[in-house]
């Protein structure tokens, strides 16, 4: 194939990477980023003063748009639900957890091996990444779909938090990793500390989100597309299949597995309970509330819901579940494309006006 073949669809692939929608979902982020730090250095007595504890709060959101991000990316692209995606997350979240416990006492075993900070930033990525390769070989290996796979990956993320509870896996048992003090040679309680682990969340998340447009523009993401809306087809045109979706699949752990890194410092603890399956349910709400397939209304779900959350557990906590269950009904009857398609519908008749 000529050079002047390839460059049109590398224009195009540029094209669509600067969409609108990307240009605007990055610069809402940058400027969000900036604006929490100028409002958290208004002495604390100004009324727009944006505390400390407001700041870990974002921060710990900004690590949930992430791995929502890591959810949308097969589901809404390559059409494959994963209701496990909470193990990803908490795996990378135990590697970083053993870290930060290794800086206060000597771990036993291959676990002080943790104690140098990159072992342990490899371990975030390996782990969840390791994980995938395994169970998305033998799956896509087996043309394991639809509801089958998203049964498997529930029953995997089930299986890793019966085993994390257990003592014997010498990661805390059900209380889990806590008593988290230093980061890097600074402590965590720190005002900096809540600070730099904000922006590295943030930084992150809008890292990810270009990462995950370069690939959905791609060819491996328009042939992702293409298996999603149909698969004998592209299997018919000689695409190998399984490669695509364990490529993605595996990119999307490791995503997860960065978030859960992310989370841990910030939230002070993990413990099996983030393997539960419910949590990962809650993160196919959030996608599913924000709009598949958009990348950003993935941000835009995880942000809205777990503020809801915020507010609403602290007014009622025992109809908080009950509320999520019916906005989720509610969005899905009327808004099938969820937030993100209702402003891509506003701006398509403000265009046609």
Known sequence: MSHATLEPGRDRSRQAFLSRATLITSALLVVGMALVLVLHALPATHPLHVSSATVALLGKYFTYMLLALAVDL???YLGILSLGHGAFFALGGYAMGLYLNAQGTVLPGWQGLL??????????????GILALAFGWLAFRSRVTGVYFSIITQALTFALMLAFNRNEMGMGGSTGLTRFSELLGFRLASDGMTVALFLASGIAVLLAFWLCRAIVVSQLGRVAVATRDAEARVRFLGYRVEHVKLSLFVVSAMLAGIAGALYVPQVGIINPSTFAPLFSIEVVVWVA??????????????????????????AMPDAWLFLLGGLFVVVTMALPRGIAGVLAWRHRQEGAT
């Open 115 to 128: 104690a140098s900070f990159p072992l342990a930033a490899l371990a975030v990525v390996l782990a969840p």
């Open 74 to 76: 097969i589901w809404g």
């Open 289 to 314: 509330l924000g709009g598949r397939a958009t990348l950003f209304g993935a941000l835009l779900g995880a942000l809205v819901v777990n503020y809801l959350k915020t507010v609403l557990t602290g």
